[in-house]
């Protein structure tokens, strides 16, 4: 098998164009779907603490806001470039759609690698990065949140930079420590919701829960916690792994000591490899594939591809990472009768918990995690009794009833808000 792309913005497209085939609508409108609102690039010039001179550039993807403000996270990787977020500000679009929450789809972030900047480095990037596009986001306008190497601090300042512009608006960016505005329950709603989307997977499945064998690929904070709210329902993380490579055990790796020894204040410090539990060093690759239950790629997209897919062993895989499974792989693992759920679902924990700290934000009020997490589980779980009953009507897989419902549901806002062009 050729596999036709690794490009996040021509696999979300493939994803998208076959769920508008199954709408009765014009040609018009599934152009508008898949068209971005406003693709935004800006020049950020940054003076190294060693007085050198380095250009980066920024983006900010704006995909569709018809169900309310413009929403997403800000990226800070060196491949980010303005296709990657168009693909990732799509996905935004279908997954608040899918939770059912008012808001649209945004992405972004700067092209820059922040292991190899100071902090004083990288909080006058993120303050010029947001002087530069201020006039495009804002509470009712574009809600920036933290994605891969962004985190709370730079959520802070963020939140500063707007302030010196336009004053207090804590509701301008999700995902704040406590402190600032920040929501309890939010550094861990992702790992959270995919615990509970595996739990409610695996009963789809037929497979109990308690016992069941997990692999988890990325052991940041989402798979960090999820791997912890696993193994508290009695799931068996037999094997966990990060940029340094994996550790497997196949009666199941202590998970509390892999975390105590890898993480400080929630943020990753030191490999699993380097971490001394009981278990055997293990690839990342050879993780990918090994013989388990439930598969989690939970770190970069396309780890699941043409190359390796054939290898992949597990019986459910839930998409963590955003399009961690390629379109040509996707469509090999439903042949073989492999489930997948697709992201847009699986790791919408994250981005229901934000809208729950804006609405607070807009409230002036700060909830209990208990009620956070509970209205997360009402949200998510309407969205996966949605999807599997629309799986169940349509005969389809996973992926496409989700993508079904998201869509169906920004098509019928925007008839009703009309056209006038």
């Not at 920024?58 to 800070?76: A, E, T």
């Amino acid at each position: 098998m050729t596999e036709t792309t690794h490009n996040p913005r021509e696999c979300a497209q493939s994803f998208l164009e076959e769920a508008l085939d199954k709408h009765d609508i014009e040609q018009e409108i599934k152009h508008l779907l898949k068209t971005p609102h406003r693709t935004v690039e800006v020049e950020l010039p940054l003076r190294r603490d060693n007085g050198q001179l380095t250009v980066y550039v920024g983006f900010r993807v704006q995909h569709d806001d018809s169900r309310g403000p413009f929403k997403g996270g800000l990226r800070y990787h060196p491949e980010l470039d303005a296709a990657h977020s168009q693909g990732l500000a799509s996905l935004m679009t279908w997954k608040t759609s899918l939770a059912n929450i008012p808001m649209g789809g945004a992405k972004g972030g700067i092209n820059c690698n922040p292991h190899e900047l100071s902090a004083g480095e990288l909080e006058r990037l993120t303050k010029q990065f947001v002087t530069r596009i201020a006039a495009l986001i804002g509470p009712v306008q574009d809600i920036p949140a933290p994605d891969v190497g962004t985190g709370g601090r730079e959520m802070a300042w963020i939140y500063d930079a707007y302030t010196a512009i336009y004053g207090h608006h804590p509701d301008m960016v999700t995902g704040k420590p406590l402190g600032i505005g920040g929501s309890k329950g939010r550094v861990e709603a992702t790992g959270y919701g995919l615990s509970l989307i595996t739990n409610w997977a695996c009963r789809n499945q037929e497979i109990d829960i308690d016992g069941a064998t997990i692999a988890i690929q990325g052991f940041g904070n989402v798979g960090s916690y999820v791997a912890q709210f696993l193994s508290d329902k009695g799931a068996k993380v037999v094997a966990v792994s990060d940029v340094g490579g994996g550790v497997y055990n196949k009666n199941g790796l202590d998970i509390r000591s892999l975390v105590q020894k890898t993480h400080v204040d929630g943020q990753q410090v030191q490999s699993v490899t380097e971490s001394q539990v009981s278990a055997e060093a293990i690839s990342n690759d050879e993780l990918l594939t090994a013989d388990v239950d439930v598969l989690i790629p939970a770190a970069l997209g396309a780890a699941i591809n043409a190359s390796n897919v054939k290898d992949v062993r597990a019986r459910i895989v839930i998409e963590a990472a955003n399009l961690p499974v390629t379109c040509d792989a996707d469509t090999a693992l439903s042949q073989r009768g492999v489930f997948v759920v697709p992201d847009i679902l699986a790791n919408s924990g994250g981005v229901i918990v934000s809208y729950l700290e804006w609405v607070q934000n807009r409230q002036g009020l700060q909830w209990s995690q208990e009620d956070v997490l509970s209205y997360l589980t009402d949200q998510l779980d309407a969205a996966w009794s949605a999807t599997v009953q629309r799986m169940s009507e349509e005969n389809t897989s996973c992926r496409r009833a989700a993508y079904l419902i998201a869509t169906q549901r920004v098509i019928e806002t925007k008839m009703l808000r009309g056209f006038q062009f």
